[in-house]
Every structure is written in C-alpha cells, then in structure tokens.
C-alpha cells in the first residue's frame, strides 16, 4: 500500500510537465536540482536553530530585556494538590462558586484556600512579559537575518527584477548554494516552531503564511495550540512541494516578500512589552506601510502574476501542482486583505483616538 500511494504522489503528471520525469533530475555536468531527500536535513537544522535560540533568548535577550527596563516577575506556585490539579487540567479553569465550595469539602479545606489555589495556578499559565520579550526577540532575530540574507541572496539575480526570468529554463533550473540554504533556514525555523508549541506562549493563531488557509474553515479561534500546529506542518509542506517541483525562483521571492514585514511587527511588540509607547508606535506604523507594500501590491501585482498568468507561455499543459500552488496564493492573497483591514482599523483607533 505504502508503495503505491508513495508512486501516486509522485507520479510525474502532478509536478512536472509533459514528457519530464524524475530522470531528467539528475545531477549532471556540473548541473544541480533540487532533491526531495534534501529535505530530510531540515529535522537536524531545527535542533541546530534551536540550540541558537536557547542560547540567544538566554544571554541576549534577557539582558537586553533589563536594560529596556523588563523585569523577571517569579509567580507563586499553588500548594501541590491533585485533586484540584486534576479538575484544573480536565474540567474548568474557571470553577462556579458551587464547584469551588465542592472543592473545598472534597479537599478538607477552606473556600477561600480553593479560589486562591486556582487565581495562583492561572497565573501560571500566564506567559510573563519577560518570557513574551524573549520569545519576540527569537522571532525578531529570525526574520531579520532571513530578510538581509534573502535580499543578498536576491538582488543580484535577474528574476528579482525581471518576474519572467523566474520561468526562462522551468523546469531544468539549477538550485544555486545560496538557494538551498534559504529553503533550508525556512524549513527549519518552522520546524523548529513544531518542536516548541507545547513551552512557547499560546497566542492567538497568526495565520500569516499559505499554509494556514485552511484553519479558517476548520477552527475556531480559540483552538490555537491545533491552530499553530496545522499551520506549522501546511507552511513545511508547502514550502517542501515548491522545493520538490523546482519552484525554487519563486518559492524565494515568497519567502522575501513575508518576512521584511514581519520583523517590524515583532520589533514592536518587543518595544510594547518594554513600554516604550511611542517607539512601538513607529514601529507599528512602518510594519504596516511595509505590509500593504509587500503584500497588499507587490504580492498579487509581482508574484501572483508570475504564477497565474506566464507560466502559459512556456506550457500548454499545466500540470497538477500549477493548479494547488495557484489555488493557496489566491487564498493567501484574500487572508492580505483581511489582514489589511483590520490594520487599517487599528490605524484608525491610534490616528483618531491617539
């Protein structure tokens, strides 16, 4: 069974045009292609970014947290209880006061030890502003160092300025060094997210990449650890079937027109969690000059049309993963919308309402 879903997944028809096959991808006269098997090296790389972030978040980002002025608030722990540890994790975070005087019989103990049992055990599960700072700090650091290397990985190549130069040679074009390691960085980092979705904060879903299209139709935002999950294994998945299709020149200009937005937004939260109100505020309002820029123009105007439209004058045929790529970047480019209105409603509240 495996190898016959294994050869109808990579049946040629689905990724590539007519009369190639897996054949022709053979590394040969000094000429590479990108391998799927490649993408096995993203696991080891995510443990490699991970020990990065431990040791980032610990010995950069803290102490630039207490030079911003962010201090390390230590909870207090509730008294050990498994009774009440117990109905905390598998009936309500929120107990009635008919529940709580349960409780307190159930316990031999006093209503007012219950509700302060559970006020301290909530906290817990309140992410501190230092540890909020921390992890923003990981994401800042990621985006940046991956917008600064995507540009100098870009703008030397003739496709970051002529968009059809992106299918001159498709489907026989050479993954340059530099290529395979942004593909790699990409993979990786989002593997590594995958690794840490059980310490790091449960925020509300960011669905900011291809790969979370579908939550919307599936989750309620409340489901946000699920949420994070999907989105982190759709935007590997996506990203892993562009490397396997050899939609390698555009799969990096995706890539470059995401994260030079994102860095600003986690630069001001990271400002926001210091109270630095009015350098939050600059911050915010470049992320969304960045943002309706990147993906509110050039994204449908640059990318979309490189997708949609051109790759009809080098195949009359297209193949099946024209179709799934073009139908996710569609998508995509209605989630931008969205997006962009609700920036431009908290545009609104901080121009009207300063």
């Keep these: 069974i495996l190898k016959t879903l294994n050869s109808w ?15 022709h991808f053979v590394d040969r006269d000094g000429l590479v292609f990108p391998k799927p098997q490649q993408l096995y090296a993203t696991i080891p790389y995510a443990f490699v970014l991970l020990m990065i972030r431990f040791f980032s978040e610990r010995y950069v980002a803290i102490p630039l947290a207490k030079a911003l002025g962010i201090k390390n608030v230590r909870r207090v722990k509730p008294h050990p209880n498994p009774v009440l540890e117990s109905y905390f994790r ?44 921390q992890e923003a700090f990981w994401r800042f650091s990621f985006y940046l160092i991956s917008s600064i290397a995507g540009f100098l990985f870009l703008y030397d190549k003739p496709w970051f300025y002529d968009i059809w130069q992106t299918w001159v040679g498709y489907p ?25 979705l059980g310490i790091d904060n449960r925020r509300k ?17 409340s489901q946000d650890f699920l949420a994070h999950v999907i989105h982190h294994l759709a935007a ?19 890539m470059f027109v995401h994260d030079t937005a994102d860095f600003w937004l986690e630069a ?9 109100e009015k350098t939050c505020n600059v911050f915010f309002i470049l992320f969304s000059i960045i943002f309706f820029i990147t993906r509110i123009i ?23 993963a024209y179709f799934f790529f073009n139908g ?13 209105y609700l920036i431009l409603k908290i545009l609104k509240r901080f121009i009207c309402l300063k």
Excluded: D
């Design 90 to 133: 598998e009936c309500s975070k929120h107990p009635s006061q008919s529940e709580i005087q349960g409780l307190a019989k159930k316990c031999n103990c006093t209503v007012h030890f219950v509700e302060k049992w559970f006020r301290r055990r909530r906290n817990l599960e309140i992410p501190t502003v230092l540890r909020k700072f």
């Design 298 to 320: 050039l994204f449908p105007c640059w990318i979309l049309r490189a997708t949609l439209y051109q790759p009809t004058y080098y195949s009359t045929t297209p193949v099946i």
């Design 236 to 254: 590997i998945g996506l990203m892993s079937s562009s490397w396997c299709a050899n939609y390698v020149r555009l799969g990096t200009l995706v």
């Design 172 to 196: 026989f074009q050479t993954v340059l060094p530099s290529q395979y390691w942004y593909y790699m960085a990409e993979i990786s980092f989002y593997w590594s997210l995958v690794f840490t």
């Design 328 to 340: 996710q970047l569609l998508i995509l480019q209605g989630l931008h919308l969205y997006w962009g």
């Design 205 to 221: 879903a960011r669905l900011h990449l291809l790969a979370s299209t579908f939550l919307l139709l599936f989750f309620s935002p």
């Design 9 to 23: 997944f990579w049946w040629e028809n689905i990724w590539m045009p007519v009369n190639v096959s897996w054949a």
């Design 268 to 276: 001001a939260k990271m400002f926001n969690y210091a109270h630095w």
